[in-house]
């Protein structure tokens, strides 16, 4: 890990209001899926995209179903979508 995050206020909101750290979404941007969709770039984490060494990191698959959206242009991340439970 270690990329910088750099989050919009709105992002800053919703990430308090759903307990997100920077460094789950850090995590997300290393290890999930990218998608450039209606000027956005949406980065999702699922369950085949944790690394194997992860399997037994019981926050890795609570990330499962995670989206972060970033502006592809600034890296800034817009907002993050709620974690699926269960």
């Known amino acids: 890990m270690g990329q910088r995050v750099?989050?919009?206020?709105h992002a800053?909101?919703?990430t308090a209001q759903r307990n997100?750290?920077?460094?789950?979404?850090e995590y997300?941007?290393?290890n999930g899926q990218s998608i450039y969709?209606?000027?956005?770039?949406?980065?999702?984490?699922?369950?085949?995209?944790?690394?194997e060494e992860d399997n037994k990191r019981n926050r890795a698959?609570?990330?499962v179903g995670t989206t972060v959206l970033m502006?592809?242009?600034s890296g800034e991340i817009i907002t993050d979508?709620?974690?699926k439970k269960g």
């Open 6 to 9: 750099i989050l919009s206020s």
């Open 71 to 73: 502006n592809p242009k």
């Open 37 to 51: 969709n209606g000027g956005a770039l949406h980065i999702f984490l699922r369950k085949k995209d944790i690394p």
């Open 61 to 63: 698959h609570q990330l």
């Open 28 to 30: 997300v941007l290393e």
């Open 20 to 25: 997100i750290k920077n460094c789950d979404i």
């Open 81 to 83: 979508i709620e974690i």
């Open 12 to 14: 800053i909101t919703r």
